[in-house]
């Protein structure tokens, strides 16, 4: 599905990403975690061709990522970023039809439509179609952009890419568990998900494996029951940690302090 060899990102003469070499298959839902600064918001950036990184390779799906189209690209990849526009002079589903702007010209169609309902009804954002976006809390309007980001992949294309910066932030616990639900139903159809997190646990128990990023290198890119080890989680941490196991999915659970 993916292929990175060599992806280098600096600014000035800092390396923020070195020597990244990756590959990604598809149907595999992958956190990146790490501690502050590691680099996780930037190689999502540049998993979605936003800034302009030098790579040897960057393939998705068996073609250079250089090579597709503008407007073939948001039918087969969709990013969420952690920061959304702060202003944003529209209606709550407008928000979410935003998805379906790479599908038609002037005017949604009936099926824009639709696929918009059915993502505010699985993001439990419905009831929120007659607020105004200023007014909702914070997990409220998270909620509603990740029902923008899916709706844009909602096509008959296979294996598409969905690139999820801090999705979790301001979610409240059954929001969390809810929304990694629908990452992992996407994922379960060949899709593949890149999500940052920064709880591990999380992580640990939704993530068939994990990229550690560290110092803009990647420490591990493995299963998480092969990436979080005390030691290797409290250095790169810089924190002291003890570690568990879940005692349902016997996945890794890691305590700090
Ligand atoms: N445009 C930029 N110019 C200079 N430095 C930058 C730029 N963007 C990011 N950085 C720096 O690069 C490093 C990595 O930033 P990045 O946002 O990718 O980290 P992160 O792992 O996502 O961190 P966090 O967990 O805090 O969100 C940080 O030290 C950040 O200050």
Known sequence: MIQIHDLNFRVKDRFLLKTID????????????????????????CLGSEIPYQAKQFSFKNKDI????????????????????????LKNDEIVLMGRYPYFKNDADISDKEIVQNWMQKTETQHLIDREYEQLSGGEKQRLHLARVFTQLENTIENKLLLLDEPLNNLDVAHQFKTLHLIKEFTNKNNTA????????????????LILLNKGTIELFDEPQKV?????????????????????TNQPIILFG
């Open 22 to 45: 990756i590959e990604i298959k598809k149907g595999e839902l992958i956190a990146i975690v790490g501690p502050n600064g590691a680099g996780k918001s930037t190689f999502l950036s």
């Open 66 to 89: 250089k090579s597709y189209k503008k407007d073939e690209i948001p039918l087969h990849r969709a990013k969420f970023s952690q920061h959304q526009s702060a202003e944003i002079n």
């Open 194 to 209: 890149l999500v940052v997190l920064h709880d591990l646990n999380i992580a640990s128990q939704f993530a068939d494996r």
């Open 228 to 248: 979080l080890t005390q030691e290797r989680i409290s250095r790169v941490y810089q924190y002291p940690c003890i570690l568990h196991q879940h005692p349902v």
